[in-house]
């Protein structure tokens, strides 16, 4: 079994900081592409940030400039940097991994059970 547990979330002032952080933990062969999607109420979810296992970095563009996305790769975590947040940052933030478990199995993505994040204005 392969879970992904998230952390990190909470209420924060508007201009303020939070840092997420996610773990892959179970039977787990080889991890590529990691991310973050968030999804607001009455909105479709939608992708923050992803990190690939080289570490090159793609950011939706309503944060660039403003998170950071990052990875370990012998800890099979990935992390999300949140500055300068916004009320419209306001969402249910949910962790992603595109695994593969064992050798033989094809390629799935996983998905946690995502951490709130609450701006205040």
């Known amino acids: 079994q392969v879970r992904l547990v998230e952390s990190g979330g909470g209420l924060v002032q508007a201009g303020g900081s939070l840092t997420l952080s996610c773990v892959a933990s179970?039977?787990?062969?080889?991890?590529?592409?990691m991310g973050w999607h968030r999804q607001a109420p009455g909105k479709q979810r939608e992708l923050v940030a992803t990190?690939?296992?080289?570490?090159?970095?793609n950011y939706a563009d309503s944060v660039k400039g403003r998170f950071a996305i990052s990875r370990d790769n012998a800890k099979n975590t990935v992390s999300l940097q949140m500055n300068s947040l916004k009320p419209e940052d306001t969402a249910v933030y949910y962790c992603?991994?595109?695994?593969?478990?064992?050798?033989?199995?094809?390629?799935?993505?996983?998905w946690g059970q995502g951490t709130q994040v609450t701006v205040s204005s």
């Open positions: 990190i690939t296992s080289g570490k090159g970095t």
């Open positions: 179970g039977t787990i062969f080889r991890i590529n592409d």
């Open positions: 992603s991994a595109e695994m593969q478990r064992r050798y033989y199995d094809s390629t799935r993505n996983y």
